[in-house]
């Protein structure tokens, strides 16, 4: 199934294909999805994985920015003068957690039906 669709602010063409079980070769090399089991709703549950990895990895970015944030100024001695500072063993575990929290993160991916 190829669907072509004029796109009116930049006058270029934007071909949209998907080859269904076994497509010709062409259509499989060109599509940008192809359907193993020949069922179109397919597409509709790739596009919400696709949605959903994309809120997870903005999930895991702004755990990984806050920590950075708060951890890193105070391993540098920012706060030194008020008597906080990290020392490099809390920062390595501290870097430890925040990876391990990020991978449980990921690994808790659904999508909704």
Do not use: H
């Not at 072509?4 to 006058?11: G, I, L, M, R």
């Not at 998907?18 to 940008?32: K, P």
């Not at 990290?86 to 920062?91: D, K, Q, Y």
């Amino acid at each position: 199934m190829i669907i072509a669709k004029k796109n009116t602010v930049s006058n270029r063409y934007c071909i949209y294909c998907t080859a269904v079980g076994s497509g010709s070769d062409i259509a499989e090399e060109t599509s940008g999805i192809v359907l193993v089991n020949s069922n179109p709703k397919d597409i509709v549950s790739l596009i919400l994985f696709g949605k959903a990895t994309y809120r997870k990895m903005i999930q895991n970015l702004n755990w990984a920015t806050g920590y950075n944030v708060i951890a890193l100024p105070l391993a540098a001695g920012v706060l030194y003068k008020l008597g906080i500072l990290l020392s490099p063993a809390a920062g390595a575990v501290l870097m430890t957690v925040s990876t391990i929290v990020v991978a449980i993160n990921a690994s808790l991916l659904k999508v909704k039906n």
